[in-house]
Structure formats: C-alpha cells, structure tokens
C-alpha cells in the first residue's frame, strides 16, 4: 500500500463572540435544566422571543373591524408572540408569590427540602423503612407532604387567578394589536433584500 500525504495548511481566525446588551427583560443565557427536553422547549422560547418593544408598541393597537377578522389576529398574534406571552404568564406568577408572602413560604419550604435530599442523595441513598428510594420518588413524597401547606397558602385560589389574568391579559393583547402592521413590514423587508441580490 502506498502512502498518501495530504497537505492541510490555513489560518483560523477565531470570531469574536456576539455583544448582547444586559436587559431585565433578557434571558440568563445558561440556565441549568436537568431534562433534555426540557432544555430543549426552553431554548426556543427563549430563541423565539420578539423584541418587547415591538410587544409593548402602543401605536399597533387598533380594534378589529369584523369578528372574522379579530379570530383571525388572535391566532396569527399567539402564533408571533407565543414565547413573549409566556413570559407574561411567568410574569403573573412571580407577581402572585410576592404578594403572597404565606404562598412564597410554602414554595422556598418544598424547593429547600428537595435541595437538602439532592445533597443527601450525593452523599448516601437514603432508605426509608428498608426500601431505598430515588431522587425522584423523594421529590414526589416531598410533593405529597407540601399540598396542606399549599392549600393553608391559598395556592388553589393563586393557580386560578394566574390562569385568570393571563388568560385576559393575552387574549386583550392578541385582540387588540394590529399583527399586520408588523409582518407586512418584515415581508417588504425581505422583498427588498431578494430584490438586491
């Protein structure tokens, strides 16, 4: 067998890594999540996020001519906004533990009991009654034991007004922003960018 010698030279200019400026309206761009899935569906939300001033923009709001039309914006504007809206509904649930002291309570009680058996479970497995139990099956029992201090917290009443506000908050924007104004802009964008090539 012959030997071949191929010849590989360049230069690799590394690429500087993207500036992005710092909001409270950003993501943190690494957040730790154990399931892959899970990482996965936070990623395109997080990807798929319009800019929120484009969201918040007052003058794109108009009422609907025809009820035909208003079926029509509201799909087409959950379709474009569905990872802003989302964050709405995170929003609305942050804002329920804070002014829910007893609820937040509750919430920091369970999520410091699973992060002690995660630092037991590193350590040793831990059995109960003979039987040794997964992280997971730990996490459940922790579940099963926090529902009365859930219900003494209201969490019942927080979980529907949630749903409640949100549910309204989005279906008054969806209704009301003129999604037209916004696509009809990037569609000539994109026509003027095919027309100069």
């Not at 927080?158 to 916004?182: E, K, M, P, Q």
Request: charged share 15%; aromatic share 12%.
């Amino acid at each position: 067998m012959a030997d071949v010698e191929i010849g590989v030279t360049g230069n690799i200019t590394p690429q500087e890594p993207i500036k992005l400026s710092k909001s409270m309206f950003q993501l943190p761009m690494h957040v730790s999540l154990s399931s892959p899935a899970a990482r996965e569906w936070f990623g395109q939300r997080r990807e798929n996020i319009r800019p929120w001033p484009v969201f918040v923009n007052t003058s794109n709001f108009r009422s609907p001519s025809s009820i035909p039309r208003l079926s029509k914006r509201i799909v087409r504007n959950v379709e474009y906004f569905q990872s802003n809206y989302f964050f709405v509904f995170l929003g609305l649930i942050a804002y329920c533990l804070i002014t829910s002291p007893l609820l937040l309570i509750a919430v920091a009680a369970s999520l410091g009991a699973c992060y002690i058996l995660s630092l037991k479970n590193s350590e040793r497995k831990i059995n109960i009654i003979g039987y040794e139990l997964t992280l997971a099956q730990q996490y459940g029992l922790v579940a099963v034991c926090s529902l009365p201090l859930f219900y003494l917290a209201g969490a019942g009443a927080a979980i529907f007004w949630v749903l409640g506000a949100s549910i309204f908050v989005i279906t008054l924007h969806a209704a009301f922003y003129n999604i037209d104004a916004i696509l009809n802009t990037e569609e000539e964008k994109i026509d003027l960018m095919m027309e100069e090539v």
